[in-house]
C-alpha cells in the first residue's frame, strides 16, 4: 500500500465578497449547542479561500478545503460551486 489518502479538512459556506482579487470570503455557520442552557446556536466565521479564476459571485454556496498557506491570511481554497446565487 504505497498510496497515501490525504485527509483535508472541508468546510460549506456562503460567498460574502468577491471584491479582491483571486480571493472570495466564505462566511461558514455551524450550529452547537450551549454548554450549559442547551439552547442551540449558531457560530460563524470567516474564512478567505483562493479562487484563481474570479468565478464565484456573493451569494454562492461553496465548499472549501484547507490548502497549503497561499498568502498571511489565505490558507483555503474553493474545490466546487455547490449551489449558484440566485439573482433577483
Known amino acids: ?3 497515501q489518502t490525504k485527509l483535508t479538512r472541508t468546510l460549506v459556506g456562503r460567498v460574502t465578497s468577491n471584491k479582491m482579487d ?3 470570503t466564505v462566511l461558514v455557520e455551524r450550529r452547537v ?3 450549559l442552557y442547551g439552547k442551540i446556536i449558531v457560530q460563524s466565521k470567516k474564512y478567505h479561500a483562493h479562487d484563481d479564476a474570479n468565478q464565484y459571485n456573493e451569494g454562492d454556496l461553496v465548499e472549501i478545503a484547507e490548502t497549503r498557506p497561499v498568502s498571511k491570511t489565505k490558507s483555503w481554497a474553493v474545490i466546487k460551486l455547490i449551489e449558484a446565487a440566485r439573482i433577483v
Request: proline share 11%.
Open 1 to 3: 500500500m504505497s498510496e
Open 22 to 24: 483571486k480571493t472570495v
Open 33 to 35: 449547542t450551549h454548554p
